[in-house]
């Protein structure tokens, strides 16, 4: 755990439900020797609160981003740099506010998730693009902002088929950094060889400790095991995505994936890679 980054995690304060604030995973994390985390909210901004953090602890490595959700701007170009120019890590793609996101809600109503959320869910939901497949003139502007800044591009809930036009037009914007998010996740899991393809196209695939726990059990965690050796270490980032507040604090959480992970055969080095490694190069930390 010694130098680790989780690069997906929820506190307080939130409209939804969250097992610690803040400042309480902060102490989490120096306890357990992490470099730091990123804090992700679907319903605000976390690069202000985060920065607050970073003054009051100047040894870790907290950060923020920008989700782009209809209560936050949705595809919003001034937004996005806005944030950026306050100092976001990560813009991510529509996640609760995505029509995909929406779509999978209609069809399961039932379940704890969707229970618990306290955001307005009116509508048929943000997607990429027209009625004709061909991505909004301001997705392409957002793409231009965070190439120029050299942040993450993180793809939300996104359906599959506008993941891979979205990662797509990032490459031709030449965005360096893209995250896939919880890939394996079952609002919007993505087919393996389409991760594989994925991370030909230069992507990094988000293992997400959420898909395999009681809210989704999308999959086991040997079967995420086997994704994980099928796409090699090098490409791959293990996150929690934990901080709901019926499930174990996000700390404690990542403790026990990467100690589930190593019962499943990985080394510490192939580890330390995908929770310090990869995490730092997408952050831009040396």
């Not at 985060?50 to 701007?73: C, D, F, K, Q, S």
Request: with cysteine; hydrophobic share 40%.
């Amino acid at each position: 755990m010694k130098g680790a980054i989780d690069l997906h995690c929820h506190c307080a304060p939130s409209l939804y439900p969250r097992i610690q604030t803040d400042w309480e995973l902060v102490e989490d994390l120096k306890a357990s020797k992490m470099a730091g985390a990123v804090i992700k909210s679907h319903e605000s901004q976390t690069v202000d609160r985060t920065a607050l953090i970073r003054m009051a602890e100047p040894g870790l490595h907290v950060y923020g981003g920008l989700v782009l959700n209809e209560m936050t701007g949705g595809l919003s170009p001034a937004a996005v740099e806005t944030a950026i120019r306050l100092g976001a890590k990560i813009i991510w793609m529509p996640t609760v506010s995505a029509r995909a996101h929406r779509s999978y809600y209609r069809n399961h109503r039932s379940g704890r998730i969707h229970a618990a959320t306290p955001v307005s869910q009116r509508g048929e939901g943000l997607a990429i693009w027209d009625e004709n497949r061909r991505l909004w003139s301001e997705v392409y502007e957002i793409l231009h902002l965070i190439a120029e800044a050299d942040v993450v591009l993180a793809t939300g809930h996104l359906s599959p088929e506008e993941v891979v036009a979205l990662v797509k037009a990032a490459r031709e914007q030449r965005v360096g950094k893209i995250l896939i998010q919880h890939a394996d996740l079952g609002i919007v899991p993505l087919p393996l060889e389409m991760q594989r393809e994925l991370i030909r196209e230069g992507a990094l695939i988000e293992k997400c400790y959420l898909a395999c726990g009681a809210d989704f059990r999308s999959l086991s965690l040997e079967t995420m095991a086997h994704t994980i050796r099928v796409l090699g270490p090098a490409s791959c980032v293990l996150v929690t995505d934990y901080g709901q507040g019926h499930n174990p604090p996000p700390v404690q959480a990542f403790s026990r994936f990467v100690g589930e992970m190593a019962g499943c055969g990985f080394s510490d080095e192939e580890l330390r890679r995908m929770i310090v490694r990869n995490p730092r190069q997408l952050l831009g930390i040396d």
